[in-house]
């Protein structure tokens, strides 16, 4: 029996079991980009999150229908618009394009639907229709506000104080603007000159930010679905102002369970694009494998904050270096191509040592418990730390006999690894390209590598031992460390 999922919900400020509203399937729907500027490591460790929620619900057998919304008209694409002279939907397509060539870097999971706003403005038109002719919304010259105090459950999720928010919002009103209360916000703003506009029965003007997400959600996953992800940025105001705007026009629930991610620290201050301590995601992946990046994010659960330093990107690659060393072990063994021991008689008819699908059930006990990935993490762990007991060299007498554990062992490796987007890479291909980034890291010359590889293949095959030891010795001295293999000399980085 599989452990209950349990879900972190920020509405009830405590764990909730997963209940989707069709047994079986999950509909989740997660703030995506602004796109405006290349996306950043903040916003990827978020995304990354989610993407690893989703890979679990599917391992776990619901079928998942995953919404990712672009933010690809507002406020802050019309400023960088106007700073570059490029018309704000083309910037908002280029940045698109960079966000999709980033994300398929780092294995992000393509969201089901990945919905624009400037192809979802009938749908945002239906909705203020209905705020407007249901008391909650009203026009303003040409603009459209929603009016806060017409909406009960206003700052349910936020658990803020109305009184106290207006208080302090007085000053925050911009000129022009025609509120009645402070609070109130834009669901539609009139047309000005050199912006995106749209016709609509207030005229011609654009959304307002937060009602997209209202009308992406209700079209792609129904008037109240399962999962709401979002960055912890993200509760107040724009969270709460889709609950009005959602709630207010269905009469329902938006979403029963409310997730938020917890931010990315940089240097003792939350990574964010108007601190402009920003490290760009697609920089990142070119000091660190992304996989390493993954388990980086992966290692610190989803709600906590989380450090961002070299050394502990540094750290998850020599982390994902070991398991990828044991698996290459681990398949050299089944396969046969490990010469010190051979695939043997009675390699695969032995007992099995311990019962491999012990590290399922484990995973599923840390995992259910609100997307615990790092006591996963653990867990595979552990499964790694038995797949090296097994492969320990020298062989002992027994040995020949584990063949079975191993292949089935390497079964829960590849299904625990489906589950939290890791090991996507054949061991000897992911191998390859880390030696590749230290021999650059390092500043080390590739070719004079190769050329010693050579000449020590040469000596070995004239019987010239003398001179083998030497060019192995003289590799050591630059940091790297020749061997012996059925096909030649082979060479890693000396640790
Ligand atoms: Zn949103």
Same mark, same amino acid.
């Given at each position: 029996m599989a452990s209950e999922i349990r879900v972190f919900n920020t509405m009830q400020q405590a764990k909730v079991p997963l209940?989707?509203?069709? @047994? %079986?399937k999950v509909g989740i729907y997660v703030c995506g980009p602004?796109?405006?500027s290349f996306v950043h490591i903040g916003n990827a460790r978020t995304f990354t999150s989610f993407d690893t929620v989703v890979r679990y619900l599917r391992y776990r057998g619901f079928e998942v229908r995953y919404v990712r919304n672009y933010t690809d008209v507002d406020d802050k694409i019309i400023k960088a618009a106007k700073e570059t002279g490029e018309d704000a939907i083309a910037l908002a397509a280029r940045f698109v394009r960079e966000f999709e060539a980033d994300a398929k870097q780092l294995r992000l999971l393509p969201p089901d639907v990945s919905p624009k706003v400037s192809e979802t403005i009938p749908e945002i038109v239906g909705i203020i229709e209905k705020l407007i002719a249901r008391g909650a919304a009203y026009q303003s010259g040409a603009d459209v506000y929603f009016?806060? &105090?017409?909406?009960?459950?206003? +700052?349910k999720l936020s658990k803020r104080n109305l009184d106290d928010l207006i208080a302090g919002a007085g000053e925050r009103e911009l000129v022009g603007e025609q509120k &009645?209360? @402070? #609070?109130?916000?834009?669901?539609w703003k009139g047309a000005k000159p050199g912006e995106p506009s749209w016709p609509s029965p207030w005229g011609a003007g654009r959304p307002g930010w937060h009602i997209e997400c209202s009308a992406m959600s209700a079209k792609y996953l129904g008037e109240t679905f399962d999962l709401h992800g979002g960055g #912890? =940025?993200?509760?107040?105001p724009h969270h709460e102002n889709e609950i009005a705007q959602s709630e207010a026009a269905s %009469?329902?629930?938006?979403?029963?369970c409310w997730m938020h991610g917890g931010f990315l620290d940089l240097e003792g201050a939350k990574m964010s694009k108007s601190l402009g301590n920003v490290v760009r995601l697609r920089d990142a992946l070119e000091r660190v494998d992304a996989e390493g990046l993954r388990y980086f994010f992966l290692?610190? /659960?989803? &709600?906590q904050q989380l450090a961002f330093s070299d050394k502990s990107l540094a750290d998850a690659e020599a982390r994902m270096e070991y398991f990828y060393e044991t698996l290459k072990k681990v398949d050299e063994r089944i396969t046969g191509k490990d010469p010190s021991t @051979?695939?043997?008689?009675?390699f695969g008819d032995?007992? #099995? /040592?311990? =019962?491999?699908?012990r590290f399922l059930v484990e995973f599923d006990e840390q995992v259910s418990d609100d997307f615990n990935f790092p006591g996963g993490l653990g867990v595979l762990s552990g499964l790694f730390a038995e797949l090296n007991l097994l492969t320990d060299? @020298?062989?002992?007498?027994?040995?020949?006999?584990?063949g079975r554990t191993l292949v089935a062992l390497r079964e829960v490796a590849r299904k625990l690894a489906g589950a939290l987007g +890791?090991?996507? #890479?054949p061991p000897t291909e992911w191998l390859l390209h880390r030696r590749d980034r230290q021999v650059i890291a390092k500043g080390l010359d590739r070719k004079k590598i190769d050329e010693m590889v050579a000449a020590r293949d040469a000596a070995r095959a004239a019987k010239n031992y003398p001179e083998s030891d030497r060019l192995r010795a003289e590799a050591k001295t630059m940091g790297v460390e020749l061997m012996d293999s059925p096909a030649g000399t082979t060479w890693k980085i000396a640790a």
């Open positions: 209940q989707p509203v069709t @047994p %079986g602004t796109v405006y009016e806060v &105090r017409k909406y009960e459950g206003y +700052l &009645r209360d @402070p #609070l109130d916000f834009a669901l #912890l =940025d993200l509760i107040f %009469g329902k629930t938006l979403c029963n290692s610190t /659960h989803y &709600r @051979p695939l043997g008689a009675g032995g007992p #099995l /040592h311990g =019962d491999p699908n060299k @020298p062989p002992v007498k027994d040995k020949p006999m584990v +890791l090991f996507e #890479l």
